[in-house]
């Protein structure tokens, strides 16, 4: 007897023409979840953020105002940083593809786009100097036939870390991307 509520692998009963909220193109999305390591870490620092806040409370309480200000002030660039990692990363939508970086973000328009192509290359172990061999993404750029591609995600960086089956899917669903839109 199957359940009369709406499941993962059931089909939508409404209207086909009604978009549904997570189907806005055109809206930023990454088109991937975040890996355990950007997330752990995250996770981490806004732990020690909560013991800093902690520690500010009892410094206003027991001395200088000021000292207490500026422990809080950091506390609140601990948090700041912690969701500004949760936002690294590539996202897409029908305006083109967007690389978010730690203190920078670069946005490249669909047609500018030549292709996306899966390559064998070193690439950085967890954004550290040290490389390793593993799969990069990189975006092909229309008449920059000379230029260093930008590479996009890599197999060993902290959202697809000891997942290579995550990272195909993504770099699968950023190719179909530029397939759909390059085109127009």
Do not use: K
């Not at 806005?24 to 950007?38: A, I, K, L, N, S």
């Not at 800093?52 to 506390?75: E, K, N, R, Y």
């Not at 990363?89 to 670069?106: A, D, E, I, K, Y």
């Not at 550290?128 to 990189?138: D, N, S, Y």
């Amino acid at each position: 007897m199957p359940l009369p509520f709406l499941t993962a692998d059931r089909a939508f009963d409404a209207a086909e023409d009604v978009p549904l909220p997570h189907d806005d193109r055109d809206r930023w999305r990454r088109p991937y979840r975040p890996g355990p390591w950007r997330v752990g870490t995250a996770a981490l620092t806004l732990l020690l953020a909560s013991f800093v806040l902690f520690a500010a409370v009892v410094i206003a309480v027991t001395d200088a105002p000021s000292s207490a200000a500026v422990v809080f002030g950091f506390a609140l660039f601990m948090i700041a940083c912690a969701l500004r990692l949760l936002r690294v990363g590539v996202w897409v939508s029908t305006h083109g593809v967007r690389q978010v970086g730690f203190l920078t973000t670069r946005t490249v328009a669909w047609q500018q786009v030549a292709g996306m192509r899966t390559v064998q290359q070193p690439v950085r172990w967890l954004g550290l100097p040290r490389t390793v061999q593993g799969q990069a993404l990189l975006l092909v750029r229309q008449g920059r036939s000379g230029d260093s591609e930008p590479t996009l995600m890599t197999s060993h960086n902290a959202d697809f870390l000891a997942r290579p089956e995550a990272f195909d899917r993504a770099a699968d669903t950023m190719e179909a991307w530029a397939d759909e839109y390059r085109r127009g």
